[in-house]
């Protein structure tokens, strides 16, 4: 566990965390107003190690907290954040479904991912699916606070204003295969995905087994032509939302 979090522990026990929890400062009318950063975050530890952090910088502000993938995505749909910073692990669905979430809102909003287990395969599909940054979870909090300044800065930059991304393998196809191919139960399951659920999740919603529902994620694929089922998420984020 890194050393800002072990600190917290002692000296500030974690509140009770909710959705929309207002934790900036005013800002002084002698100087421009904070960045507003919201954080995606289950565990109350890191939370509260993060919010303690926050307070200490005159350019960041903590505004929202969000304790599941749902409601980090209702927060962002609020477009109130400009950057968002995202645990993979959350416990109604994996980071990564949030992360294709986010990017299937169009909201250009910067997102900094804390992995609690990193390989290269791992950051691969991150970066594909539009992750501006990608950091080790036990990453010293400075170096997290500069890596937040660091994308705000390039969001905020000309070029990147001016310079459309080159980069469209995560954007749905214009020509996108329509939605009557799908059987009721596979749309259901997709609806399910595209809000962020993970399988054992949607098994427990619909009355299904864990396998049903990768049997109908299959099928899903098989008839929609999505290579993976990352990619399959991202269309029924973009569609079916």
């Known amino acids: 566990m890194c050393r800002w979090i072990e600190e917290v522990r002692v000296a500030n026990p974690p509140p009770?965390?909710?959705?929309?929890?207002?934790?900036a400062m005013p800002a002084s009318?002698?100087?421009?107003?904070?960045?507003?950063?919201?954080l995606i975050e289950s565990r109350p530890l890191?939370?509260?190690?993060?919010?303690?952090?926050?307070?200490?910088?005159d350019d960041l502000a903590l505004t929202d907290i969000a304790r599941t993938s749902r409601q980090g995505l209702a927060c962002a749909r609020s477009r109130e954040a400009d950057a968002i910073v995202?645990?993979?692990?959350?416990?109604?669905?994996?980071?990564?479904?949030?992360?294709?979430?986010?990017?299937?809102?169009?909201l250009e909003i910067p997102?900094?991912?804390?992995?609690s287990r990193?390989?290269?395969?791992?950051h691969q599909r991150y970066r594909e699916a539009g992750a501006q940054r990608l950091l080790p979870l036990d990453t010293p909090i400075d170096q997290i606070m500069d890596a937040l300044r660091s994308i705000l800065k390039a969001r905020l930059s000309p070029a990147s204003v001016s310079a459309p991304s080159k980069d469209r393998s995560t954007r749905?196809?214009?020509?996108?295969?329509?939605?009557?191919?799908?059987?009721?139960?596979?749309?259901?399951v997709l609806q399910r995905l595209a809000t962020g659920e993970s399988i054992p999740t949607i098994a427990d919603?619909?009355?299904?087994?864990?396998s049903t529902v990768r049997t109908y994620l299959r099928r899903a694929r098989q008839k929609l032509g999505a290579p993976t089922t990352e990619r399959l998420t991202q269309w029924a984020m973009s569609v079916l939302r």
Do not use: W, Y
């Open 16 to 23: 009770v965390l909710g959705l929309s929890v207002s934790l």
């Open 29 to 38: 009318s002698e100087n421009p107003s904070p960045h507003r950063i919201l």
């Open 46 to 57: 890191v939370a509260a190690g993060l919010r303690s952090v926050f307070r200490d910088e």
């Open 86 to 106: 995202l645990a993979a692990d959350m416990p109604d669905g994996c980071g990564f479904s949030t992360l294709c979430g986010i990017q299937a809102l169009r």
């Open 111 to 115: 997102v900094l991912v804390l992995l």
């Open 118 to 122: 990193s390989s290269s395969g791992l």
């Open 172 to 188: 749905p196809s214009r020509s996108r295969p329509r939605r009557s191919v799908l059987s009721g139960q596979e749309r259901k």
């Open 205 to 210: 919603h619909l009355g299904l087994s864990p």
